[in-house]
Nanobody
Framework: VQLQASGGGLVQPGGSLRLSCAAS????????MGWYRQAPGKQRELVAT???????NYADSVKGRFTISRGSAKNTVYLQMNSLKPEDTAVYYC???????????????WGQGTQVTVSS
């Protein structure tokens, strides 16, 4: 199973970006999907998650500005980021909880990360 994240870049404060993450490989089912971020010198932190049933969870710092959603293909997750602030600058990682072919349990897989820089 591989995760490919994309959509990062440089944006001015107040701007928007949309991140995407798609899973490939021998997948039976995907449970929870999520986005995390890590700023320089800081620990990786949760940004948002979405369950297979569509329930969402957000960090307080992004509530009302970010929206997580699952794609129609079921193996893709998006993060719409609006009203971006300089403190949102970080490497953003996606994580999927996946049941792969030949597995008996769900396993967490991480994407490679995509840089988001908010600066004027």
């Amino acid at each position: 199973v591989q995760l490919q994240a994309s959509g990062g870049g440089l944006v001015q404060p107040g701007g928007s970006l949309r991140l995407s993450c798609a899973a490939s490989g021998s997948i039976i089912s995907i449970n929870r999907m999520g986005w995390y971020r890590q700023a320089p010198g800081k620990q990786r932190e949760l940004v948002a998650t979405i369950s297979s049933g569509g329930s969402t969870n957000y960090a307080d710092s992004v509530k009302g500005r970010f929206t997580i959603s699952r794609g129609s293909a079921k193996n893709t997750v998006y993060l719409q980021m609006n009203s971006l602030k300089p403190e949102d600058t970080a490497v953003y990682y996606c994580k999927f909880n996946v049941l792969g072919t030949g597995s008996w349990t769900y396993t967490d897989y991480w994407g490679q990360g995509t840089q988001v820089t908010v600066s004027s």
